[in-house]
């Protein structure tokens, strides 16, 4: 069965807003409030073990080609926001936790509970 | 401080900045390896030398360039282009100049290349310069010939003396063969000193008869003769290019390409057979390539170099090559190939880079599942160890080498 972790209150998020919790003695997971969703990934890179959690939480950046194939430059798509690890700049979709630039990879994923007014991550 | 990423999306501020911190992971890495248990040596480190600047230029001797410089420090630096944070997604670029050093007399690029190197486990770095990697694109030659002197006489005097554990390299002002000369018997037997650098973003033949003096002089001293790549955007061939990623992934490559060509097919090799030769900063998909390319065209046009008693791929075999950054192809027996090629377990170092940001962990190495211990602990320290003569007993009085 899993373990419920304790987050904190729901109202102590705001949109885009993360915290991050121990998950045990050497590890903890990264919990985020985005689009209205809630989200859990372990705060561990399966790059080279960055901790993802800690680094900025970014639009997905996209190019501007023209109906003439040509191109018209790059834009920000704030309805894809990436988990972006700090050490190398991995990038991850906050949906589904698996990284943009290729999808074998991807973060721990952790399950939300959101009962009242206290959130809880399984682990 | 507010990151300069925030906006109206997305903020994050930070009170405090950590390198300890920010690695808690490697040494979580560190304690699960058990990598304190034998000696690693980091044979590409850097520190930001342009934050100490203004300490650099007390050592310009020349009255009119030390004018020149405190007015305006940006001549010591060639624009090679680039913007090497990613966006500012790798934070600690932006967050380093809040991290905190003690007041104690210790250079503030020692503590702060302690706390990664205890994090990692990592015993040793050479230290590379940052912005000093582009000097040799200055038009300007004596400009990197004053900068260069100065850079030695402030590592020498107030960044190796703080800590055994942190070696450097002779800076060559490549530039002026005579001057590198100079400074290389200048520098080349000071304290803490192991080997001798070329930056090889520049437009000089490593072949040309000038430099026959500075080599001989390095193989008298038995220290290494290292090549650091780097990348140049503004250099006509890489500027067709429009993404950073392009002229990294290039650039940092085809500078060592061409040196090495030049060295390998101007018998460099057969005239200094003693100076150990190290590649560094380009990775490693690219030495499988050269070789079997050379190999392939001396076999028709052995004529035009007849000073190789060899195939240019053994001569390559011969030399050795710091691991950073990388390749990590999700199929590893690519990775097993290029090792088997450039005989890994003795002529590999491992690198890491750090703080750069494509920075490699000792766990790259590590962790690779096609290496014994042996020839990981070689890697990681061992082979450094026999290349730059080391004495590690102030940490392992036991160590023999494998």
């Known amino acids: ?13 705001k949109e885009g807003g993360k915290k ?7 590890s903890e997971i990264g919990v985020y409030l985005v689009h209205g969703n809630w989200y859990a990934y372990a705060n561990l890179c399966p790059h080279q073990g960055g901790p993802a959690c800690e680094g900025l939480l970014m639009a997905k950046v996209e190019e501007v080609i023209a109906e003439d194939k040509t191109y018209q430059g790059m834009r920000f798509n704030h309805d894809e926001m990436h988990i972006v690890c700090p050490w190398h700049g991995w990038e991850f ?22 009962r009242g007014e206290d959130v809880y991550v399984l682990a | 401080m507010e990151l300069p990423t925030s906006d109206r999306y997305q903020a994050m501020s930070v009170d405090s900045f950590d ?4 690695l808690t992971n490697a040494a979580r890495q560190r304690d699960a390896r058990k990598l304190n248990e034998f000696p690693i040596f980091d044979a590409d480190a850097h520190h930001y030398e342009s934050e100490s600047i203004s300490e650099i230029i007390k050592y310009i001797d020349d009255d009119v360039l030390n004018h020149l410089a405190r007015a305006n420090p940006g001549i010591l630096s060639a624009g090679r282009g680039g913007y090497q944070p990613v966006g ?35 015993d040793y770095i050479s230290l590379f310069p940052t912005g000093m990697l582009g000097i040799g694109l200055i038009p300007q030659v004596e400009v990197e ?8 006489r402030w590592l020498t005097e107030e960044i190796l003396p703080c800590d055994p554990r942190v070696k450097g390299y002779v800076f060559l002002p490549f530039n002026s063969p005579e001057a590198a000369y100079e400074i290389a018997t200048e520098f080349g037997d000071k304290e803490g000193i192991i080997g001798f650098l070329v930056t090889s973003p520049r437009y000089k033949p490593v072949h040309d008869n000038a430099y026959m003096k500075t080599y001989s002089y390095i193989e008298e001293t038995g220290k290494p003769l290292v090549f650091h790549s780097g990348l140049n955007w503004n250099d006509p061939l890489m500027s067709v290019t429009n993404r950073f990623i392009a002229a990294h992934a290039l650039g940092f490559t085809l500078y060592n390409v061409i040196h090495m060509c030049n060295w390998i ?12 030769v190290v590649w560094t900063e380009s990775g490693l998909a690219w030495v499988p390539w050269l070789a079997q390319r050379l190999d392939n065209d ?19 075999g011969d030399m050795f090559y710091t691991s950073q950054p990388m390749e990590m192809p999700n199929d590893l027996s690519f990775l097993e190939s290029t090792f088997k090629m450039i005989n890994a377990e003795t002529q590999l170092l491992y690198a890491s880079d750090y703080p750069h940001w494509d920075a490699d962990m000792p766990s790259t190495i590590y962790d690779l599942p096609f290496l014994d211990e042996k020839a990981k602990r070689n890697i990681l320290g061992g082979n450094a160890i026999k290349i730059f003569d080391l004495d590690v007993s102030d940490r392992y009085p036991n160590y023999k080498a494998a």
Request: charged share 30%.
């Open chain 1, 1 to 13: 069965m899993a373990k419920e972790i304790l987050v904190g209150k729901a109202s102590d998020f």
């Open chain 1, 20 to 26: 991050i919790v121990p998950n045990g003695k050497t």
């Open chain 1, 93 to 114: 979709d906050i949906a589904d936790g698996q990284a943009v630039a290729d999808r074998k990879w991807s973060l721990r994923k952790f399950e939300v509970e959101v």
């Open chain 2, 19 to 22: 390198t300890t911190k920010l």
């Open chain 2, 88 to 122: 500012g997604r790798i934070t600690r670029y932006p967050l380093r100049k809040i991290e905190e050093t003690p007041s104690d007399g210790t250079h503030r690029d020692v503590h702060l290349s302690r706390r990664w190197m205890d994090a990692m486990g990592i």
């Open chain 2, 145 to 152: 010939v004053q900068y260069a002197r100065a850079y030695m």
């Open chain 2, 265 to 276: 097919c101007n018998a460099l090799n057969e005239r200094f057979p003693k100076i150990p």
């Open chain 2, 298 to 316: 001396y076999k028709m046009r052995s004529s035009e170099i007849p000073g190789l008693k060899k195939l240019p791929s053994e001569y390559m």
